[in-house]
């Protein structure tokens, strides 16, 4: 079966710190996404990316977040400057068309100190 | 924006159905989606329906879809203990963001 890979599994980052959070989507697939999910909380939408730019981004996504598909397979989130709340596990989702089998990967879980 | 509503828990005995609820609020939701969530582990798609369709079944899982009611629920047929974990209901129309429910804990009593 397809599926999403996130790396790492686990991070932990001193407050202020940047961090880069890896997907690697499902190869054909055309539209990406981050979610975070604070601990014990829903899970969130962040962003979604099409055609190589952010279609939808949501009020948590503010100038502290980046995303980017540097080549033919990644797909990062940058965090600039990491506070507390940001800790969450985040979970990177891909589909082929906008809306059938939409995937997730395991998720990254950044423990901000 | 889209709000969605789960129960927060649900304990069944090993053999006997599950079935876990969702309430949604935007009657403009195309997919209609159920992941699985393992303590630790990431979002597992069981199984999707489309907001044209009524009913669809996978081997033990059965969808039903009331769009007048804007009512979606999961059943599991002859539940395990393996099926201990936290299962979301989220909703989207093509393209755009989903939207989860809070997740509902069910338990299967051995």
């Known amino acids: 079966e397809p599926e999403v890979t996130q790396t790492p599994s686990h991070q932990v980052t001193q407050m202020g710190q940047e961090v880069i959070l890896r997907c690697v989507p499902i190869?054909?697939?055309?539209?990406f996404y981050w979610y975070r999910q604070i601990l014990g909380q829903k899970v969130e939408f962040l962003v979604s990316?099409?055609?190589?730019?952010?279609?939808?981004k949501s009020e948590i996504f503010d100038d502290q977040f980046s995303v980017e598909r540097p080549d033919g397979s990644n797909f990062t989130l940058k965090i600039r400057s990491t506070k507390l709340e940001d800790s969450a596990m985040y979970f990177c989702?891909?589909?082929?068309?906008?809306?059938?089998?939409?995937?997730f990967g395991q998720g990254t879980r950044l423990t901000v100190v | 924006g889209e709000d969605v509503e789960q129960s927060l828990f649900l304990s069944v005995r090993e053999g006997d159905s599950s079935v876990i609820n969702c309430t949604y609020t935007?009657?403009?939701?195309?997919?209609l989606y159920w992941y699985k969530q393992e303590p630790g582990a990431g979002l597992q798609l069981l199984t999707y329906?489309?907001?044209?369709?009524d009913m669809k079944q996978d081997q033990r899982l059965t969808v039903l879809l009331n769009k007048k009611d804007k009512h979606l629920s999961l059943r599991i047929a002859d539940t395990q203990t393996g099926d201990s974990a936290i299962y979301f209901c989220?909703?989207?129309?093509?393209?755009?963001?989903?939207?989860f429910g809070t997740g509902t804990s069910l338990t299967v009593i051995p």
């Open positions: 989702a891909s589909t082929l068309d906008g809306g059938t089998e939409a995937f």
């Open positions: 190869s054909n697939h055309l539209y």
């Open positions: 990316f099409y055609n190589n730019e952010i279609s939808e």
């Open positions: 935007d009657s403009s939701s195309t997919y």
């Open positions: 329906i489309f907001s044209n369709m």
């Open positions: 989220a909703v989207a129309r093509a393209g755009n963001q989903f939207y």
